[in-house]
């Protein structure tokens, strides 16, 4: 049973609209983040949040923003999407454990296709 | 700059044993993940190493040497289901996750 849920899966819109991907998660986590992931390529970090009301941009330029009102939601929202945007976007939160290790759990994924 | 190095793609048959290089050059080191991702799905955590030295967990084993920059992921008697991607991610000196390509690993019976 998945922790930490999105919404939509996928989600097929035309240039210019404006969307938000959900993101919701049960486990309690402080942290959360956004990576956006091409087939066959790296995880990119794109938003991450180290509680409420904290946000921070990641390594890759978005014109994406991101909100933390509750602990347990992280929306990320396109204000005019582009076909540059077509992409899966993922989801995830961690905590750190007994050994240290900040342990990422991921949501199942939004793919965005921007015609 | 920062890069994770893992081959792009290995085959091997079930049953067999298959190991997967990562290298890694990084500011600084405060561990080292595998994830694995089926096709479609979302990554899932498999072990982390953050000592020198080989870390067991079932079928599955994680070794790591800081002084080479090098980790392996070891997969015994491989079953059809571990056909997935598997990914190395180093954390940096500011705790941040740098992620390598991921290496796609195709089951044969």
């Known amino acids: 049973e998945a922790d930490i849920y999105q919404t939509p899966r996928y989600l097929v819109i035309g240039t210019g609209k404006k969307i938000t991907l959900e993101c919701s998660q049960t486990m309690g986590h402080d942290k959360m983040y956004w990576y956006q992931q091409d087939p066959g390529m790296e995880l990119h970090l794109i938003h991450y949040?180290?509680?409420?009301?904290?946000?921070e941009k990641g390594d890759l330029s978005s014109e994406s923003t991101v909100s933390r009102i509750r602990t347990e939601h992280f929306p990320l929202t396109l204000e005019s999407a582009r076909p540059s945007h077509t992409s899966q976007y993922l989801c995830?939160?961690?905590?750190?454990?007994?050994?240290?290790?900040?342990?990422?759990?991921f949501g199942a994924g939004s793919r965005l296709t921007v015609l | 700059g920062q890069n994770i190095d893992q081959p792009t793609e290995m085959t091997a048959t079930e049953g067999a044993i298959v190991q997967i290089n990562c290298t890694y050059q990084?500011?600084?080191?405060?561990?080292l993940f595998w994830y694995q991702q089926h096709a479609g799905e979302a990554p899932t955590f498999l072990s982390y190493n953050v000592l020198d030295g080989l870390e067991e967990k079932g079928r599955f084993s994680s070794f790591l040497s800081r002084s080479k920059g090098y980790s392996y992921l070891l997969l015994k008697e491989l079953q059809m289901k571990d056909s997935a991607s598997y990914l190395c991610?180093?954390?940096?000196?500011?705790?941040?996750?740098?992620w390598g390509a991921g290496t796609k690993l195709i089951i044969k019976p």
């Open positions: 991610a180093v954390t940096d000196s500011n705790y941040q996750l740098i």
């Open positions: 949040s180290y509680g409420v009301n904290s946000t």
């Open positions: 995830a939160s961690s905590d750190t454990g007994v050994d240290g290790a900040n342990v990422l759990t």
């Open positions: 990084t500011s600084g080191f405060n561990g």
